[in-house]
């Protein structure tokens, strides 16, 4: 209570003291002295008051008001005693009836404020009494009708109430800050209900004393009755209210959001409690967290630190956690009336305490679960390395950007240069500390130009690039972004350069996010190529050929059904025209798309796992061809081809030798050429199948001597038998001297070598003759035969050429006998 409303109060106790005083000051000189027998009537009547004050009934208005039953005792007074009488015995009355019963929180100002005012209230019904034409006497009995009685019980019933309501209500107000409307509505059906009680205890007492006045001894009693009745009343309905009020209160509490528990929970216990102020703090958070609320609302939430005083706290319970922790404390701020709670509201603080702790609980696991379940959400959509949006957030952002209108929308794609060297030097945990850097200058100069970078996988990244005014703006604008990688990246003490390849692509209509991510995966594999740092997609550069997609799912049918064959393209001796060996040349007898040379395929075979069984099909054909030359008489080798990847198989030789062994071949019947690769030579697994195979006798031959960086190397580290010199020099001979040149130290190469040497594109007589001139033994091309089936090479064979039985082009020593030296033995 303020120190306002505190003056007010004692104003209006000094007003109601005032004028009870005035009543008594009037009353006192008329009074003369009783008679024994009246003055036993004064005493029956003042027990009568003190009895009446005595049974009081509490009532919570915000604050404990006791109403009582002196208003019947009043009554009867007023119509038995004259005025002067009746005011000295309720006066008499009330000071006893104060004095003997002392309720809970009394003190003497209220005893004072509340005997003035029944002594207030009794001046009013005395004077109405009168007004309403009855004048009692000391002596006693009837002197006015019994109408004339009714009447003046009921005015001056009216008479007590209207005062004695008037004076509580605008005390309860000043005491509670609550309207004068909302105190009369507090309860005022008992009230009524009592009040018309007290009138009918009146009206019979009235009657009864009529009688014989001696009878006023009885209506103490009916009192007493009257105020038991009452108060088994107001117990079942404060019980009632309660705990309808407790059960609304915790039902409010039931939120999960950890703000609205807490707010509600003040409020709530402000009403619940009847208090002035309620707050709740939570002593498990840092800083610790306050919440109060009076009447009006939630007046403050924050650190407990910075709270501004409260009210004068009376009454508390700690908030215990599930393990018997301390959560926080819920205080409660009584009116200044009030001194402490009684059992049921202790009871009721507990329960409500209780309801609190597991609100703030639950919202608190609540709280953790939305955080838990938006932190999974993030993860989902973040590179766990990077912290950059990954491919699905990347896809997502597309598909909103895609469905704006505001501008040209780019992507590119980012690949770094030699990032493998990284990862193979230093090691995988400095690889990555150079793709966070990288993804953190990436994401900076994204960002300072409207862009967005994702992080797809690997060492590849994506930047999207929004709102562009017009197309020709975005690969200006990616490489403005890539230039954050120019300045070299610090790791493991020294400064590496970070290099990369970019490709970008544009949305178009009808171009959908995955098919933006092939054409910009398309452009910047042109740029690794092409050497150059970012490239942008041209519809008529896209090489990709959907078909090998299908291709690579049709293959284990294409294997198991025998639609890779066999051709055989002769090799012959360039002098003599005579055929010395066939090289085996695989196509795929498509059942949709034709005939399939190995480029459209061979690449989908070697990333398979089926490269075993088709390297053992072809094979098995090969000798098959071969078989059946000899079996007509004619002393061939044949050469096949060998995947790279088949020499990383350490059963490929017992493979080789077992279909040797089952066509009944000699191995060194077998040439298999070795594709001149940085693994021929350089590994060590191949090095053991290599050396087995020559160790079984099969020969080995370079295929395409001469295209490749370390000819001469690999030569001097593998053990081959034969160099096939590429078609491209052979082509260019007579027209250019550095190809001239290189087939003629190919071949002086291969004599010193003690190795054959075999002309690939052998296409004209000008050709042939130029590379027997220069020493080169044999060669193969459309010269001597295009690519055919065994059994049509072998009616080539039997027919011969000029008489001759197994050659396939005229001799060049006319009018000679020519030796072929097969297997020469070294020089």
């Known amino acids: 209570m303020s120190r306002g409303e505190t003056g007010q109060l004692r104003l209006l106790t000094g007003l109601v003291l005032l004028s009870a005083g005035g009543c008594l000051a009037w009353a006192v000189p008329r009074l003369s002295v009783p008679s024994p027998s009246e003055a036993f009537v004064l005493v029956i009547a003042a027990a009568l008051v003190v009895v009446g004050v005595g049974c009081s009934a509490p009532v919570r208005i915000r604050t404990q008001i006791r109403f009582n039953a002196a208003s019947s005792a009043v009554l009867v007074v007023a119509v038995v005693l004259p005025p002067q009488w009746a005011l000295v015995c309720v006066a008499a009355g009330v000071a006893v009836g104060r004095g003997v019963v002392r309720h809970r929180g009394g003190s003497l100002h209220k005893a004072l404020h509340n005997g003035g005012t029944v002594v207030l209230a009794a001046a009013a019904a005395t004077g109405a009494v009168s007004a309403a034409g ?111 009020q407790l059960a609304a209160a915790t039902d409010a509490l039931n939120g999960v959001d950890l703000t609205g528990v807490l707010h509600t929970a003040a409020r709530g216990a402000v009403g619940l409690f009847n208090a002035r102020q309620a707050q709740v703090e939570l002593w498990d958070v840092e800083p610790c967290r306050l919440v109060r609320a009076d009447a009006d609302g939630v007046v403050y939430d924050g650190p407990s630190g910075a709270a501004p005083p409260p009210a004068p706290l009376t009454a508390s319970r700690f908030l215990g956690g599930r393990d018997g922790s301390a959560v926080g404390v819920l205080r409660l701020a009584l009116p200044a009336t009030t001194v402490g709670l009684d059992g049921r509201e202790e009871s009721t603080l507990r329960a409500y305490g209780a309801s609190l702790t597991t609100a703030i609980l639950n919202a608190r696991a609540y709280a953790e679960l939305i955080a838990e379940r938006d932190q ?49 030097t230093l090691g995988h945990a400095f690889g990555d500390k150079l793709l966070v850097e990288v993804g953190e200058r990436l994401g900076a100069a994204a960002t300072d130009n409207g862009a967005v970078v994702a992080r797809l996988g690997g060492d590849e990244f994506a930047i999207l690039l929004e709102h562009l005014p017009a197309p020709a703006t975005a690969i200006h604008r990616a490489r403005r972004i890539l230039d954050c990688l120019r300045e070299p990246v610090a790791l493991a003490g020294m400064q590496v350069t970070v290099q990369a390849s970019a490709g970008i692509a544009l949305a178009g209509p009808g171009v959908s996010a995955g098919e933006l991510l092939r054409r910009a995966d398309v452009a910047m594999y042109q740029a690794k190529r092409a050497g150059v740092a970012i490239v942008d997609y041209q519809h008529g550069r896209d090489t990709a050929d959907h078909r090998q997609l299908s291709l690579g799912g049709e293959l284990a049918r294409a294997v198991a059904g025998g639609e890779f064959t066999v051709r055989f393209q002769p090799i012959v001796e360039l002098g003599s025209g005579e055929a010395i060996a066939a090289e085996a040349l695989t196509r795929w007898h498509h059942p949709r798309h034709g005939v399939l040379l190995p480029k459209q395929w061979l690449p989908i075979v070697e990333r398979s796992d089926l490269l075993g069984a088709f390297t053992a099909g072809v094979l098995r054909q090969a000798l098959a061809g071969l078989r059946e030359w000899r079996a007509a008489g004619f002393d061939l080798a044949v050469a096949l081809n ?183 033995p070294p020089a």
Request: negative net charge.
């Open 134 to 244: 009855v004048h009692p006497t000391l002596a006693g009995g009837a002197v006015a009708p019994w109408t004339t009685y009714l009447l003046a019980l009921l005015v001056g019933a009216v008479a007590f109430v209207v005062v004695e309501e008037a004076v509580i209500a605008t005390t309860v107000a000043l005491v509670t800050g609550r309207s004068m409307q909302q105190v009369l509505r507090t309860d005022a059906d008992i009230r009524l209900a009592l009040n018309l009680a007290c009138l009918a205890i009146a009206v019979a007492a009235t009657a009864l004393v009529m009688l014989d006045l001696r009878l006023l001894v009885a209506i103490p009693l009916a009192q007493l009755v009257l105020y038991l009745v009452y108060m088994h009343r107001l117990h079942l309905r404060a019980e009632r209210s309660t705990w309808e």
């Open 642 to 824: 060998v995947s790279p990847h088949s020499l990383l198989d350490p059963a490929f030789p017992a493979m080789v030798l077992e279909e040797l062994g089952a066509q009944r071949l000699d191995p060194g019947s077998l040439v298999l050429e070795l594709a001149e690769t940085a693994s021929v030579g350089q590994l060590q697994a191949v090095d053991r199948v290599l050396n087995s195979l020559r160790a079984a006798g099969v020969r080995l031959a370079l295929d395409d001597f001469g295209t490749g960086h370390s000819s001469l190397s690999v030569v001097s580290e593998v053990p081959v038998h034969e160099l096939k010199i590429d078609r491209t020099f052979v082509a260019a001979m007579r027209t250019s001297a550095q190809a001239a040149a290189a087939v003629r130290s190919t071949v002086e190469l291969g004599r010193s070598l003690g190795l054959t040497v075999v002309a690939e594109g052998v296409e004209t007589a000008d050709q042939r003759q130029a590379l027997w001139e220069v020493g080169c033994t044999a060669g193969q091309g459309h010269l001597f035969g295009r690519p055919v089936d065994a059994a049509e090479l072998l009616d080539a064979l039997r027919a011969g050429v000029d008489g001759v039985r197994g050659a396939l082009a005229a001799s060049l020593h006319r009018g000679a006998t020519v030796i072929a030296l097969r297997h020469r």
């Open 376 to 424: 999974h959400a993030r993860d989902a959509r973040r590179d766990p390395l990077t912290g950059l949006a990954n491919r699905r957030a990347l896809l997502d952002r597309l598909a909103e950007a895609r469905e704006s209108t505001g501008g040209t929308l780019a992507l590119a794609l980012v690949d770094l240069n030699r990032f493998k060297e990284v990862n193979d």
